[in-house]
């Protein structure tokens, strides 16, 4: 089955990787990006998937965009970064997805709506188990606009079929910014890898090739309704294993050690998300694809 799909924010790291899966399995496809980059440009050229410049936060680029797409899958948002400013993260993630949704009111033809959250929406964790029905209560600018993201697309679209995914990490080839990933720099660079909770377990993870294939496989499914998931991986291993186990794959020489005060460290329960056809990996297999995907192996 082929559909017409819209991804946004096809020049970044997930949104990259589920733009080029999602061709591979035989859908045409059709990306934005707000800045090009070398992802946009192997996108066009390599697979020759049409790319269309389009700021979300400036209602006019719509104009550019094709009107008889199939499905949306709404990738593109902001992380307070260092060269991201607060503004940028609001005009992005919320400004961006109300003109996404105006735009999509006006779409007939829209049938599925993937969008992309993240966990980071239930704020400072206090629960030993994730689920779906764990409040939300995040005070920081990320959470809080990813979630006004996500009331966004469920409160003012006419598409019934909608899924939203809130991640974890997400491990791949250029994976960054999160625990795992930083943990991996410093290996790289023999320095001193310092960890909470060494001996608590862990599966707050997933990887780009899990992302891409919940995203197709709702796509393509008769599946109805509006569905919110948490995605993570399954069979946890402890702080300590994981962070050895990327030490082992990198050969590095780097000293492990502990933070004396421990955090609260919980699990994500994936029931619901392998309900919906999320095929969890293993911590052991996102961390091996981890691996694979970078080059260590």
């Known amino acids: 089955m082929c559909v017409k799909i819209l991804v946004s924010g096809a020049s970044s790291y997930v949104g990259n990787h589920v733009a080029r ?7 045409d496809v059709v990306g934005t990006f707000r800045r090009s980059n070398s992802r946009t440009e192997s996108l066009s050229l390599e697979l020759g998937i049409e790319m269309i410049q389009v700021d979300l936060a400036t209602e006019g680029d719509f104009s550019h965009l094709p009107t008889d797409f199939d499905a949306v899958v709404h990738n593109a948002g902001s992380f307070p970064w260092v060269d991201v400013d607060i503004e940028n993260v609001v005009n992005c993630n919320v400004v961006g997805t109300m003109n996404l949704t105006n735009w999509l009111k006006k779409q007939n033809s829209v049938s599925r709506i993937v969008m992309y959250s993240t ?10 188990i994730l689920t779906e029905k764990t409040p939300t209560n995040s005070h920081e600018i990320y959470g809080s606009s990813k979630l006004a993201s996500e009331h966004l697309m469920t409160e003012s679209t006419n598409c019934d079929n909608q899924l939203i995914i809130r991640f974890p990490i997400v491990l791949g080839n250029n994976a960054h910014r999160a625990f795992i990933p930083q943990m991996v720099e410093n290996f790289k660079n023999n ?17 780009l090739g899990a992302v891409a294939e919940l995203t ?20 946890p291993m402890t702080v300590l294993k994981i962070a050895e186990f990327l030490k082992n794959s990198l050969n590095s020489k780097s000293i492990i050690s502990h933070h004396e005060v421990e955090t609260n460290c919980y699990l994500i ?10 095929q969890a990996p293993t911590v052991q297999g996102a961390l091996e694809y981890y691996a694979i995907e970078s080059g260590w192996w």
């Open 21 to 27: 899966a999602l061709h591979l399995s035989g859908h």
């Open 119 to 128: 966990l980071s929406v239930y704020g400072n964790i206090v629960d030993s």
């Open 191 to 207: 320095s001193s890898v310092k960890i909470f909770n060494p001996h608590k377990l862990y599966n707050s993870m997933t990887t």
């Open 216 to 235: 197709n496989s709702f796509l393509i499914s008769e599946m109805s309704g509006r569905h919110l998931v948490n995605i993570g991986a399954e069979n």
């Open 269 to 278: 329960d994936n029931a619901l998300a392998i309900s919906l056809g999320y």
